[in-house]
């Protein structure tokens, strides 16, 4: 564990216990001592409280020890752990206060009760305030990863998987645990009182969450661009630059377009005052904004769209497309790298086909974001020493002899994202053909090369699945896919080699007597080194499913 991560987790606990102790000041100071009722779990305690006279802290624990199974199967360890944390401490500081604000009953001195601070009719007064503070509380709890218990966890849960606030969700948790008020006070107004806690605790929570995670949006329009572009993508924040024209003097602008949180809108003015004091800036409040860097897009989908998984394969090529499709079925919905907006076949610059598949994926899933299966075929005979092995598809214009390239994700990177760039800003969006492989060239040396040998060779295809957050591809779920199939070289092509794979019109499978080519795509889709290699990965896809 790095020491960043080391530091934000103790600021989590720490903003945690604040919170808690917040919350339970409005507990403890509005709420108990006018027999005021608020939702969740803390209401389910005051109501026992009320009728039993059993300490609110008391029965908190013992539900929330019961709630907790639901955290540590839905919302993970980390959130269950802090919700331990939360529960704990909630409990100690109800406790703590109460012991410190008690008084003795001027009725019966050897009891003691809480005082009514704000005065002894002030229901109304202790009511917002009690509300206002708990709402408070509550935000520092949730800003943080963590959670006071109870109703705060199924409102976590909904709020993990739907566009649904939290204020909202707890409200409707809380309405029948205010409600049950009135079987024990016998008073409406006792009710309404409740009802108006949650509310403004609701609006407080959500205010207080919201007002943080506002954002603007800016309209730039300068002379000089770049520098404010390049300035912007320095503070980590996306930048678009638009096509513009001055109308009144006809001339060619850009604008730039960055969408920001609402407290760093200051710093963004300064620096465009730094750079272009003469530019003009719009700025405009943004409603929501969802994707990378803001919030995750949480509504439901359509059940038929949704009963299809989304999978970018990583290439542009129509046949491979095609077979790969017809592999994974109609439960899958494969896309191009054209479809998402990549408009090359991504470069192969590893020491192996695993490499390579494994490149390609990470690629996609860093600069795109979407889950990615690529894949790489080896044509490999044992007469030649696993050659043409990761050269299959350029084996007629290589020097087998030459280093082989490196597998560096660093290198890779810095390579492949110059390429990528440059096709993602030019205004023709049409997909770029791959090299132009001789493909003729590649079975001629193949075929010289086995004069007179054994001519037995496997066609290999590696799959590379990759899932989870793009913001680091390392750290992502990977997962690899073998397929084999054995063979044989025939002595010479059959059929048009230039319609497939090269290796298609002279590579017989082992119980056939018909090259791939002979065989036609439906029997090569049944046996077929690809069709190994994504059988096992459609295994796996329903196997998490």
């Known amino acids: 564990m790095t020491k960043s991560v080391i530091v934000q987790e103790v600021k989590d606990y720490f903003f945690i216990a604040l919170g808690i102790v917040i919350y339970s000041m409005g507990v403890t100071l509005f709420m108990l001592p006018y027999g005021l009722t608020s939702g969740g779990v803390g209401g389910i305690s005051a109501i026992v409280y009320y009728a039993t006279g059993f300490e609110i802290q008391n029965t908190y624990i013992i539900i929330n020890a019961l709630l907790l199974v639901a955290a540590i199967k839905v919302l993970g360890l980390k959130f269950c752990i802090k919700t331990i944390y939360g529960v704990v401490v909630m409990t100690f500081f109800l406790w703590l206060l109460q012991r410190l604000v008690e008084v003795p009953n001027p009725e019966n001195p050897a009891h003691k009760i809480l005082p009514r601070l704000i005065g002894p009719e002030a ?12 709402g408070v509380g509550l935000t520092f709890c949730f800003e943080n990863n963590g959670s006071t218990g109870g109703t705060d966890i199924i409102a976590a849960i909904v709020n993990k998987y739907r566009n649904m606030s939290l204020g909202t969700v707890l409200m409707c948790c809380d309405i029948i645990i205010i409600s049950s008020c009135y079987f024990i006070f016998h008073d409406w107004f006792r009710v309404i009182y409740g009802y108006v806690m949650l509310v403004i605790c609701s609006f407080t929570l959500d205010y207080c969450m919201n007002r943080r ?24 924040h996306g930048v678009t630059l638009l096509e513009g024209e001055g109308w009144y003097t006809h001339t060619e602008r850009k604008v730039i377009l960055s969408i920001i949180r609402k407290r760093e809108q200051a710093a963004m003015l300064r620096m465009i005052k730094r750079i272009d004091p003469y530019a003009f800036v719009s700025m405009s409040m943004a409603g929501g904004v969802w994707g990378e860097g803001f919030d995750k897009i949480k509504v439901s989908e359509n059940k038929k769209l949704k009963s299809k998984r989304v999978l970018v394969f990583a290439s542009n090529s129509q046949h491979k497309l095609a077979e790969v499709r017809a592999i994974m079925g109609d439960r899958y919905d494969i896309r191009s790298l054209a479809d998402i907006g990549c408009y090359i076949d991504i470069p192969e610059k590893a020491s192996s086909i695993q490499g390579n598949a494994l ?15 690529a894949d790489d075929t080896a044509l490999e005979c044992k007469a030649l020493d696993g050659l043409p092995g990761i050269y299959s598809s350029s084996y007629g214009a290589v020097n087998e002899h030459q280093p082989m390239p490196q597998n560096s994700m660093e290198v890779y990177n810095e390579e492949v994202s110059k390429e990528m760039f440059s096709i993602l800003h030019s205004k023709n969006k049409t997909v770029q053909k791959p090299v132009d492989h001789d493909t003729a060239a590649n079975i001629e040396k193949l075929l010289r090369n086995l004069e007179g040998k054994d001519r037995s060779a496997d066609l290999h295809t590696v799959v590379a699945f990759i899932t989870g957050d793009y913001d680091d591809p390392a750290k992502c779920d990977t997962h690899t896919f073998d397929g084999v199939l054995e063979g044989s070289i025939a002595e010479k092509p059959f059929g048009n080699p230039a319609d497939t794979f090269f290796y298609d019109s002279v590579f017989i499978p082992q119980g056939q007597d018909k090259t791939y080519q002979e065989l036609g795509i439906d029997m090569k889709n049944q046996i077929s080194q690809r069709a190994i290699a994504f059988n096992k990965l459609k295994d796996f896809l329903e196997k998490m499913q």
Do not use: W
Request: glycine share 4%; aromatic share 16%.
């Open 123 to 134: 229901y109304f007064m202790a009511c917002v305030l009690g509300a206002i503070v708990e």
């Open 213 to 236: 995670h506002q954002s603007v949006q800016f309209l730039i329009f300068s002379r000089n661009p770049e520098p404010i572009a390049n300035a912007i993508n320095e503070t980590h």
């Open 359 to 373: 490149l390609k994926a990470r690629f996609v899933k860093r600069y795109f974001g979407f889950d990615c299966i």
